[in-house]
């Protein structure tokens, strides 16, 4: 748990840190009713979820694969430039989220692609598991980085991907095989009890990873 | 340019959680008109808040984006706030009481200044407060935590990892006990109870929390106050013959050249810790060169706080990060006995924390992980947990600890902004770098008994929950109010809650502000009638 102004000021700094994402602020901000999501700021869903296939857990099944592939696209998608971040307690600096960082990743998928073709004669998608991850791994280790990045923050999209799976309540659950529930509702009186295992050590079925 | 004159019995300028509780005890007690000005705007309302709080979680928004006035910055460190609501609507909702020691310090321990009323004053208004916000709390030992009457709700549950954690510290030999906080355990006058969302700072999505703009909700739709948004008071004038405030100078935000004059009997500044004494200064005149309430030259001096030291201690124990992560439990114990010949005094907080216990891409060898490894390493690092402590600890404020006006840098209407400088008096700087230490030296004796250790530990050079500015004393020349919030030279003229702070205690301070700010809306309140059945009165 951090203090409540590092934690604020943790989560206003999101893509701070490499200067992606996030720009000074400069006039108005833009209202939760003033900005409509980038739709051109969109990823290949099935691009991710070959991706997703080579970078996630295997205990999350194909199922669990597609449904987090899924949920990271739309959230790229439901991305908004140009909208105040959240100010830091004890801060007058005001900043808003920068440019969406969808055609930086689709050009590292191009990337990706191309890299696949050079080397194995099919496209990143049609690849195996194993050469998929080979290819990632070597796009993703000139980042000497040890901790995961804010996802906005992440150099490569296969980095975005890990780093944003590795952040939901739902990865939180299955590392700890105990229903936790981060950041959801969750009746009052059941705080003092051990959380139950997951059923299976799944997750149940349509809980949101988000 | 067109006029605007508004007539009313009580002008608060100011809609912070202060100006809240002013309002509603007026309202509640006495046949009274009440006028509010905020400069700033309404915030969305709360059938919004889980849709910000998921744009929050999500990419980091803020879910109040209009919270602040773009030409309102200040050098110096200042929370950009000025809304309807004001800091309130980002508070955490903890609610500490100070202990009796506050009030006395130049008595008990020879430093700092004693308050011209002491805690037991004051108790049956941090009472008050507490039953107006809905306090959810745990009564700690009575020697060490004193209190007239039981906490209005009952305390929040501690989680399972705070029952570990309480057992830790318990063998420590430290009595702790669950935080009180503002945060309903229970529904609580048409608030719903905390369900454990976490995200307090910055929005509770269920308004279990509370937050001024509840108060307001109800003031606005009962017809009992007149709220005045966007509307900027930039002086208030006393009369030509006497030292009475007769009006309040304020500008729309939508027409800046349409003055609104704004008469009353009383006058409240409820603006915080910055723009109370701003006002103040601002409000020079022939009459009065250096300000509004300020022969005594104490207006913007004495702006007080208190810094921590916080740390990590890794722990041969199970947690489950994110049960309840924004709760903790308390202890007063080093805030009333003095262990030490030198001065020392400190709260002491911990909560849980994934502090070490995250996921990670590279292995203690530097390999990539990706996938299985990833998870696998991280599930192997979280069979133990991690304790986060933290103690806030006096800073007593120098006189020069001050906010002045800058005549280098002016908002829209030429007006110029206010310059922030803290000073630790002299006694606190001796003391900083021992207090630290000192402060040090119990986070590692909380790790042995623990069988843990410190992973790291900080000190914020930041002083937190700011006050002061206005502060309170016995007479004009050790304040510029007294112990009501009434302005020595202006005796129609209030400033209520942190800026009349004489010290900023160890522990979040946001209740006192609220308690001070009941103490002078008790006193406000004897010049107008009282209600009687049937006039409305709404018990609390």
Redesign the interface.
């Not at chain 1, 901000?29 to 939760?32: D, E, R």
């Not at chain 1, 909208?83 to 100010?87: A, F, I, P, Q, Y």
């Not at chain 1, 529930?181 to 009186?189: A, D, E, K, M, S």
């Given at each position: 748990?951090?203090?409540?102004?590092t934690?604020?000021s943790w989560?206003?700094?999101?893509?701070a840190a490499l200067g992606l994402g996030v720009r000074a602020r400069s006039g108005d901000?833009?209202?939760?009713d003033a900005v409509v999501p980038e739709q051109a700021a969109t990823l290949d869903r099935t691009m991710v979820t070959r991706l997703a296939e080579?970078?996630?857990?295997?205990?999350l099944g194909d199922a669990g694969v597609s449904r987090v592939s899924r949920a990271f696209t739309q959230?790229v998608a439901?991305?908004?430039k140009g909208?105040?971040?959240?100010?830091p307690?004890?801060?007058?600096n005001?900043r808003q989220?920068g440019e969406s960082p969808a055609g930086r990743w689709r050009a590292q998928f191009a990337a990706l692609d191309s890299e696949a073709r050079r080397k194995h004669r099919r496209g990143f998608g049609a690849l195996t598991r194993e050469q998929r991850?080979e290819l990632?791994?070597a796009a993703?280790?000139a980042d000497r980085?040890?901790?995961?990045p804010e996802p906005?923050d992440a150099n490569h999209v296969a980095?975005a991907l890990?780093s944003w799976y590795?952040a939901t309540?739902e990865?939180?659950d299955?590392?700890?095989q105990?229903r936790?529930?981060?950041?959801?509702?969750?009746?009052?009186?059941n705080?003092?009890?051990?959380?139950l295992p997951l059923a299976n050590g799944r997750r149940q079925t349509g809980d949101s990873v988000? | 340019m067109t006029a605007r004159v508004i007539e009313t019995d009580v002008c608060i300028v100011g809609s912070g959680i202060t100006a809240a509780m002013v309002a509603e005890k007026l309202a509640d007690e006495r046949n009274v008109r009440v006028v509010v000005v905020e400069a700033g705007d309404d915030m969305p309302p709360l059938q919004d808040w889980y849709r910000l709080r998921r744009r929050f979680l999500d990419y980091g928004e803020s879910p109040w984006p209009s919270d602040h006035l773009d030409d309102a910055a200040v050098e110096g460190i200042q929370s950009r706030s000025m809304c309807v609501g004001g800091l309130a609507m980002h508070w955490g909702g903890v609610t500490p009481r100070f202990s009796p020691e506050d009030f006395q310090l130049k008595s008990t321990s020879g430093v700092g200044d004693d308050w011209p009323i002491t805690y037991d004053d004051l108790d049956p208004f941090y009472q008050e407060a507490e039953e107006r916000m809905g306090v959810s709390g745990e009564q700690g030992p009575a020697d060490i935590d004193p209190r007239g009457k039981p906490f209005p709700l009952p305390k929040l549950p501690l989680s399972y990892n705070l029952e570990k954690l309480h057992a830790w510290v318990t063998a420590a030999g430290i009595p702790m006990w669950s935080q009180p906080s503002a945060k309903n355990s229970v529904p609580y006058r048409g608030r719903s109870a905390c369900c454990r969302n976490d995200t307090c700072t910055p929005i509770c999505p269920v308004g279990a929390k509370y937050s001024p703009d509840a108060t307001w909700r109800a003031l606005r739709t009962g017809r009992r106050v007149t709220l005045l948004t966007r509307t900027l008071v930039r002086r208030l004038i006393p009369a030509p013959d006497s030292d009475r405030i007769e009006v309040a100078q304020a500008y729309s935000r939508e027409r800046p050249s349409d003055e609104i004059t704004i008469r009353a009997r009383t006058f409240v500044v409820a603006g915080g810790y910055v723009w109370s004494a701003h006002l103040l200064l601002l409000s020079r005149s022939s009459r009065f060169p250096e300000g509004l309430a300020n022969r005594s030259g104490l207006v913007g001096k004495y702006l007080t706080g208190h810094r921590n030291v916080s740390g990590f201690v890794a722990l041969p124990i199970k947690l489950y990060p994110g049960l309840n992560g924004q709760h903790s439990l308390v202890s007063k114990q080093f805030m009333r006995r003095p262990r030490y010949d030198r001065y020392l005094r400190h709260d002491l907080r911990v909560w849980e924390s994934a502090v070490d216990k995250g996921p990670r891409l590279r292995n203690d060898a530097g390999a990539l992980m990706l996938g299985d490894a990833i998870m696998d390493d991280w599930r192997q690092r979280t069979e133990t947990g991690t304790a986060r402590v933290r103690c806030y600890y006096d800073v007593i404020p120098a006189r020069e600890s001050e906010l002045t006006l800058d005549s280098t840098r002016r908002n829209a209407h030429g007006d110029p902004l206010p310059k922030l400088s803290w000073r630790d008096a002299e006694v606190s700087r001796d003391l900083r770098g021992w207090t630290e230490e000192r402060i040090r030296a119990l986070f590692e004796t909380l790790a042995r008994a623990g069988n843990g250790r410190v992973i790291r530990t900080a000190s914020d050079s930041f002083q937190d929950h700011p006050a002061g500015g206005c502060r309170m004393g016995r007479d004009a020349s050790t304040g510029v109010v007294d112990s009501w919030g009434r302005a020595f030279e202006h005796r129609n003229l209030f400033v209520v809650g942190a800026p009349t702070m004489v010290s900023g205690s160890c522990a979040n301070a946001t209740l006192t502000f609220c308690a001070l700010s009941l103490r002078s809306a008790a006193e406000i309140g004897k010049e107008f009638p009282t209600k009687r059945m049937g006039d409305g009165r709404r018990e609390t």
């Open positions: 748990m951090l203090s409540r102004r934690f604020v989560l206003s700094g999101l893509g901000a833009k209202g939760l080579a970078v996630l857990p295997g205990e959230w439901e991305y908004r909208v105040e971040l959240v100010h307690y004890g801060s007058s005001l989220t991850r990632v791994t993703m280790s980085i040890n901790r995961m906005l980095m890990v590795f309540p990865a939180t299955l590392c700890y105990a936790i529930g981060r950041n959801q509702c969750r009746p009052l009186v705080a003092p009890r051990q959380p988000s | -």
